[in-house]
């Protein structure tokens, strides 16, 4: 990957992070982050380069389906849909 891909996939990753929140939404943990899709999608995207993968989740993020983890909590989580992960309203995430 390029060096401006890696470069702009690094700028969202934090501009995510910071709109959605930049703790666990789980324990509040600040560190080890991870986005998670609040309804499980699969796994194809952990395959995907660093840019396509952060143009999933900003996509998943505008349909209100992504929420910030620890990776413990993550981990935990697992692909388990349980009632305190049901889909909210769209969290406000702008279309960029």
Do not use: I
């Not at 700028?11 to 309804?39: H, S, Y």
């Not at 796994?43 to 983890?69: E, K, S």
């Amino acid at each position: 990957m390029g060096v401006r891909r890696t470069a702009w996939a690094k700028r969202k990753r934090e501009w995510l992070l910071a709109a959605l929140g930049p703790k666990c939404v789980q324990c509040g943990a600040t560190n080890c982050l991870t986005f998670d899709c609040r309804v499980p999608t699969g796994d194809d995207h952990h395959r995907l380069n660093q840019a396509n993968r952060m143009t999933y989740y900003m996509r998943q993020a505008m349909m209100g389906n992504l929420q910030v983890l620890c990776s413990d909590c993550n981990s935990r989580k697992g692909a388990k849909l349980e009632p305190k992960y049901q889909p909210v309203k769209r969290t406000g995430v702008p279309h960029v």
